[in-house]
């Protein structure tokens, strides 16, 4: 039974960060039916990002109040660096065929991997421990406080993102431009502040997730962006693609899932039995799980 | 005018008079190694190791008045791209190939450079790497075999663990030497309580290790890189896992210090003597000659072995007179005791260094390393 528990809290970690990431992927195909696969890089670069803050910016030396600065600095500097990516990279396709845009978004994944690869390096870099390792023993399962923070911290901002779409002004203009982009703008939204508001929202969600890889995992590649952004976006169709609460379920779900393969049946299994999960949700529910069936116009 | 045509012309004089020095032929080493990707401080070792001991030969005359020309093509410690290189190097026309790290990439360009007839080195550990029976082949480490039969013995009759978990990945040399470090403990009458399988850069690793905690392993060895050994020490210490940590050769990189953070302290690595500790004046010069170039210590043992595979193969032409691969591959195969910056260099038939040195070092809380058994 403990081990069942402790698995449940490996994939819980693992699906918090899942779910920040997805997050990014769901809202920019919400409204504006693109899939930016530019986001993984985003998340990549936040943890270089997060790295350069602290040691060169903030001196190297651990402290809360450093650790907040490091998170607040390298958020508002990837929220900005997907504001450009919209402006320089998507703004001007907006009219154009959607595979443009696709291809558009490769691009920009493309300049952000490798534009991190020369600032840093091809090689790896190590995330310095901005946490002190502390565990708790809780009956056999074992639980860390940076489990605990990123479980914490990923759940308030989900919660937090969940009102704010909800409950507010701006929220419901979101909402708004995801169903019918025109209909929004007769209604006096500016639907391009709107894609500009999400853009920083999922960047900074992004962000999050980059550092708490950085924190958590501590080696940190240029190109791992891939494999993060795959995942997500796999949590993100797992949900229902274009869905908020779909992306956190998507998460959570796909990392409880890849702990129970990989701890009960093989870990060799774990990415094959992933993708086949995909494979059966797109077959019995193409949707996604929390998806809305789309009325097609004729 | 004049002048215009005065200058034409001595552009053209300097045409003719620079292009003959161009044309002296050179001797052309390839490297092939991960200089970018997850073990790309081990590539960026190997291809800087290189350049330094061909700049050390030119400046000496170069080999037999050619001087030695370095061409890297980079293999990003993936099994295609070591194809890949493997002609692009073949096609420019180099003579002897140093590398690759990784088993994986050394084996899958092997066929091709010993359809070429190009001399290859690589320190890949792997037993299936000599088993082929190309003759352009030479391993400038120790195979696998030998490690395991090391690790086994220390681990069941020094160490007297009951309860042994081995992990590894799934390239050719992590699973080869948890395959064979799992014979020789069954040998020795040892208890394998896990053996199991890990993707390497997948980073999360704590379901894996949950499920080794089940068993309730007092050791677990690690076969695999630094990249995952690292993460996956310090993923147990977070999971509360008490067992000690052994690493294979293949974790002995500063990167393992790193990633592993406060978990260092008290793991296990066993490998070949660490470049600092190496007693010969060779290795002394050569360490001096990399801190004075690049500013920095070679990331581990791998780029010196490297090394000494291309002195050998040196070694070899100068003795023959002869910059032929085949004459070359002959004398190694006979070579013995040949000063190395590793130890004497000694090579069997198959192309296998003979010879074995390994040790088990623990990491200390300054993250030094400190001999625990040989």
Known sequence: MDIFLQQLVNGLTIGSMFALIALGYTMVYGVMKLINFAHGDLVAGSAFVGLFVFTQLLGGQVSVLVVVGVFILTIITIALLGFTIERLAYRPLRSAPRLSAVVSALGASMVIQNGIMLLWGPQMHIFPELLPTIIWDIGGVVVSLIQVLIMALSMILMVGLYLFVEKTKIGTAIRASAIDQDAARLMGINVNNIIVTIFLIGSSLGAVGGLFIGLYYRGITFNMGWQYGLYAFVAAIIGGIGNIPGAMLGGILLGLFNAFIAGYISSTWADAFTFILLIVILIVRPTGILGERVAEKV | ?374
């Open chain 2, 1 to 374: 005018m004049l002048q215009s045509k005065a200058l034409v012309l001595s552009l053209v004089a300097s045409v003719f008079l620079v292009t003959p020095v161009f044309a002296a032929e050179t001797l052309k080493v390839g490297v092939q190694a991960p200089i970018t990707g997850a073990y790309a401080n081990e590539g960026q070792g190997i291809d800087q190791s290189v350049r330094l001991l061909a700049e050390q030969i030119n400046a000496k005359g170069g080999v037999m008045g050619r001087q030695i020309e370095v061409i890297s093509c980079d293999d990003e410690g993936t099994a295609m791209k070591a194809a890949i290189c493997a002609k692009d190097l073949v096609n420019k026309g180099v003579s002897m190939v140093i590398g690759s790290y990784t088993s994986t990439c050394a084996e899958a360009a092997q066929t091709t450079y010993f359809r070429a007839g190009v001399l290859q080195t690589s320190d890949g550990t792997s037993d299936t790497l000599t088993e082929h029976g190309y003759w352009t082949f030479f391993r400038n480490s120790f195979p696998n075999s030998a490690e395991a039969t090391f690790a086994a013995d220390y681990m069941v009759k020094v160490k007297k663990y009951q309860r042994i978990a081995i992990l590894s990945d799934f390239s050719s040399y992590a699973d080869g030497l948890a395959t064979a470090v799992a014979d020789s403990v069954k040998g020795l009458g040892g208890n394998i309580v896990s053996r199991e399988k890990v993707k390497a850069g997948s980073q999360n690793f704590t379901p894996v290790l949950t499920q080794i905690k089940s068993k309730n392993p007092d050791v677990i060895f690690y076969a695999g890189y630094y990249s995952d050994g690292g993460l996956i020490r310090s993923q147990q210490k977070g999971l509360g896992i008490t067992a000690d940590f052994i690493g294979g050769d293949a974790n002995d990189n500063v990167d393992f210090l790193k990633l592993a953070g406060n978990a260092a302290a008290g793991t296990y690595i066993i490998n070949v003597p660490s470049p600092e500790i190496l007693p010969y004046d060779l290795a002394k010069d050569f360490l001096k000659a990399y801190k004075a170039k690049y500013n920095m210590m070679p990331p581990s043992i791998w780029t010196i072995l490297n090394v000494d595979g291309m002195r050998a193969f040196i070694h070899a032409m100068e003795t023959n007179k002869s910059f032929d691969t085949k004459k070359a591959a002959d004398y190694l195969h006979t070579l013995k005791d040949y000063p190395g910056i590793t130890g004497p260099i000694s090579f069997a038939p198959d192309g296998n260094r003979v010879g074995s040195g390994y040790m088990a070092y623990e990491i200390q809380q300054d993250g030094s390393y400190k001999i625990v058994h040989k």
